[in-house]
């Protein structure tokens, strides 16, 4: 399995710091970043890759709308509730999966791998190739152009290249404009010459 960076955001400093300790001495965890506030995780998320967060669940209850926008912007990731306290059953169900501070090393390795490993599968299956109209789409994205510029030289309409759009980032994984060019470039659908 490929090593792993997950994020911590939890207040508590025994249960931030315990969880650091024992994610850090697992061979497959390649590193542990730790927040301590809200505001600390969106900063994270924005500098560094991660492949899962373990979040204590009252965030939740308080940052629920924010939390979900952080989801859908970075949906590869896992969101994992830390549960220390009784927390109701609806509130865990929002969560990929739930580590208590119960589990020992061997229990938590095993749900981290079946959750990692889940989360590739998912983007293996939804990495589909994309076609010829998209790379075009992509092609004059990544070139600048507006989605009223490249509605025009396409000669469809903008809602067509909005959704064309959509596809793409769905299919790719990626959401940025830049993120997308310097996928045109590996993908070889613009040259670094037409910069």
């Known amino acids: 399995m490929k090593q792993t960076h997950i994020l911590i955001l939890e207040d508590a400093p025994i249960v931030r710091e315990g969880l650091k300790s ?17 505001e600390e995780l969106m900063h994270l998320l924005e500098c560094k890759s991660f492949q899962m967060v373990l979040i204590g669940p ?11 926008q952080l ?3 970075h949906n590869s990731i896992k ?15 929002k969560f990929d999966g739930v580590v208590d501070v119960f589990d020992d090393q061997e229990i938590l390795s095993a749900k981290l791998n079946k959750w990692l490993e889940a989360a590739s599968d998912e983007d293996s299956q939804n990495r589909e190739s994309l076609s010829k109209r998209e790379e075009d789409v992509l ?18 309409s903008i809602n067509t290249v909005i959704t064309h ?3 793409i980032s769905q299919k ?4 940025s404009v830049s993120g997308l060019t310097i996928y045109a470039v590996v ?4 040259s670094l010459d037409n910069y």
């Not at 024992?22 to 809200?38: C, E, P, Q, W, Y």
């Not at 070139?143 to 009223?148: A, F, I």
């Not at 993908?187 to 613009?190: F, G």
Request: net charge positive; glycine share 6%; aromatic share 8%.
């Open 22 to 38: 024992l994610l850090d001495s697992m061979r497959n965890v390649h590193s542990v970043s730790i927040a301590g506030t809200f």
């Open 58 to 68: 009252h965030y939740l209850l308080i940052y629920q709308s924010q939390i979900q």
């Open 71 to 73: 989801r859908s912007q």
């Open 79 to 93: 969101w994992i509730g830390v549960q220390y306290s009784l927390f109701s059953e609806d509130l865990l169900n």
């Open 139 to 156: 092609r004059l994205l990544a070139l600048g152009k507006s989605n009223k510029e490249i509605a025009d030289e396409l000669t469809i």
């Open 165 to 167: 759009r959509k596809n």
């Open 172 to 175: 790719t994984g990626i959401k």
């Open 187 to 190: 993908q070889n659908l613009i």
